[in-house]
C-alpha cells in the first residue's frame, strides 16, 4: 500500500523498521542551492571548481578534473559505506545519525558515496559536488541538510615519476589479492599513520607532496596567501594516511577539509591497479559562512531577497560580506516531559526529539539545549527539559505564534514519543 512506500524522485522505495526520513528532509531533495545563481554556496562552488580547472590542464590547456555536481543524494547502503571501507560496526551509520529511506538507501552522509561509481566510469579526476544529510543537534552551525565537494585524482606510475624506472608505486612484495578487500578496525590504534603496506614510501610522500600543496593552494585562494595553516593527523576508513587541514582565521583554527591516500582496496575493487590515488572532501557551508561573514547556517535556505540580492557572482573574486538588515529578537520556551513509564534517560534520542522540533517548528528553531533532567527517586520515573529558542531570520516572531508552535511541537512529542507533558 501507498503507506508502506515512498516516492523520492520517480523512485519508489518500501519502507521498513529503518526508514526515518521526515517529509520535512524530503523537500529539500532536488533544491541545489549549491547551483542556484548568486547563492554564497554556489559562490564558493565555483571558486573550487575554478581553481581546480586552472592548477590542473593537460598539453592543450584544457582542464584535467570533470565536475559532477546534479548526482541524485539517494545512495546505498554500499555506496556510502561498505565501498568505501567503513567498518560494520561504525557509529556513522547508526540509524539515529543518518537518513534512511530502508534498510538499503539513505540520503548520502558524504559526497563521498560517489567516489567508486565514477572511478569505475572510467574517470581519473574529478570533483563531486552536492547536498548531504545528517542527523544531528540544532544550533547556528548546523543543519541536516548540507553541501560538500570531494575530489579524487589518481596519479600513474609514468606521472608520478616520469621515466625514472627505478622508482615504483607498490613494493615488490606487494600482489594484487581481491580478498584483501576488508575494512580495517577503526577502534585498532595501529593504524600505520605513514603509508599503507603496498605502497612505497617514495610514491607516498610525492603524492603527500602534491596534495598537501594544491590544497594549501586552495585554502590561500580562498583566504588570502598570509593564513597560518597546519595538518593535524587523522583517521579515515577511506584514506590512508590521513589528515585535516586546519586554518588560523579570526582567532581561532578552523577545520577546513579532511584528505588523504586513498585506500588501494578500494582502486582495487573498481579495476585499478597501477595508480596511486588522493582524495579529499570538504564542507561548502563553513567556507560560505566565515568567507560571507554569514551568522547562522539556516540563512542559506532563505528565499528572502533580502538575503539573496546581497551577492554576485558576477565576480568571483570580490565576495560581498554579508549585512543582517536587523536582528530580530530570540523566544525561549521551555518543553519538559516525564519518559514513557520504563524509558530510561539514555535510551532516549535526542536526534529522534530535534527531527520533530524540525518537522513542526521548521526554520524558525535556532537553538535547543538540554537545560535539565533527572530521576523521580520514588516513581523512578525520568523526565528531561529543552529549551527551544525560536528566531525568525527576517522577521519580528509574535509570542503567540511561538506558543502555537511550541505547544504542537508538545503535542507531537506526545504522540511519537509517548512522553507525557510537565
Ligand atoms: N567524507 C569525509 C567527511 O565527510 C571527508 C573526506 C573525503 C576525507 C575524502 C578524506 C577523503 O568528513
Known sequence: SAQNTLEIRNNVYQTDEWTNITPKILSYIGLNKHLQKNHPLSIIRQRIVNYFYRSYTNSRGNPLFSVHDKICPVVTVQQNFDNLLVPADHPSRAKSDCYYINKHYLLRAHTTAHQIELIKSGLDNFLAVGDVYRRDEIDSTHYPVFHQLDAVRLISQDKLFGNNLDLHIFESSYKVNPSSFSPINSSSKCIDQSKQPCHTLEAVKLTEHELKTILLGLAKDLFGNNIEHRWIDTYFPFTQPSWELEIYYKGNWMEVL??????????????????????????????????????????????????????????????????????????????????????????????????????????????????????????????????????????????AEVNEIHSKIAQSCVEQLEVTIR
Open 258 to 399: 579532511g584528505c588523504g591516500i586513498m585506500r588501494h582496496e578500494i582502486l582495487e575493487s573498481c579495476g585499478v591497479t597501477n595508480s596511486i590515488g588522493y582524495a579529499f572532501g570538504l564542507g561548502l557551508e563553513r567556507l560560505a559562512m566565515v568567507l560571507f561573514d554569514i551568522p547562522d547556517i539556516r540563512l542559506f535556505w532563505s528565499n528572502d531577497t533580502g538575503f539573496l540580492h546581497q551577492f554576485n557572482e558576477s565576480n568571483l573574486y570580490k565576495l560581498n560580506k554579508y549585512k543582517p538588515v536587523s536582528v530580530y529578537p530570540q523566544c525561549k520556551n521551555d518543553l519538559s516531559f516525564w519518559l514513557p513509564e520504563n524509558q530510561d534517560i539514555d535510551s532516549f534520542s535526542a536526534n529522534d526529539f530535534y527531527d520533530i522540533v524540525r518537522n513542526v517548528g521548521g526554520d524558525i528553531v535556532e537553538q535547543i539545549s538540554l537545560v535539565d533532567k533527572f530521576k523521580h527517586p520514588k516513581t523512578g520515573k525520568s523526565s528531561l527539559c529543552f529549551r527551544i529558542v525560536y528566531r525568525h531570520m527576517e522577521r519580528t516572531l509574535t509570542q
